[in-house]
């Protein structure tokens, strides 16, 4: 589990990380560990990738460590017809646009953690991956893996622009 302390200072190590977040057990939800996965099989230096089953705030020293951030989830929503890519923006925010959850449990929420306890935000998106079955089995539907395609590929593009 990763030290919450917040006398811990981060150490700048990383200039991006990956965060796929979701279900093992379903399916399509599945697919931001597997985005996760593939990009922390690259090996590259300056790149953490983590899949995780759901943000928590123990992710925010990890947050605080990096330059750039980027949550991969599905999305299950039945408009959700191509890979959608949303710039996060905490720090510019004003505190009533911030979500009031304090639990970490979504990426606006554990940014604002970030920027409280460690006084700083990393540029941050989301990627949602649309999906159209949660269902307990191991494949992903075609939609989600072309979806889980262009989300590796937004990475990498993400990588060249932003070194």
Known sequence: MI?????????????????????TLLSGAAVG???????????LP???????QQLTPELAIVIAE???VIFVDACAQSYAQAVKITPLAVCSQR????????DGGDPLSLLKITQERYGRCPQAWSIHIPTECLHF??????????????????????FTTYR
């Open 137 to 158: 089995e191991n494949q992903l539907s075609a939609t989600t893996h072309q979806g889980c395609d262009r989300a590796l590929r937004t990475i990498e593009q993400f």
């Open 66 to 68: 990096t330059d750039y």
């Open 33 to 43: 560990h597997q985005v996760a996965k593939e990009v922390a099989a690259w090996s």
């Open 95 to 102: 505190p009533n646009a911030i979500s009031n959850n304090t």
């Open 3 to 23: 030290s919450l302390s917040p006398i811990l200072k981060p150490s700048f190590q990383y200039q991006f990380l990956i965060i796929g977040c979701g279900n």
């Open 46 to 52: 300056s790149v953490i990738s983590l899949a995780v």
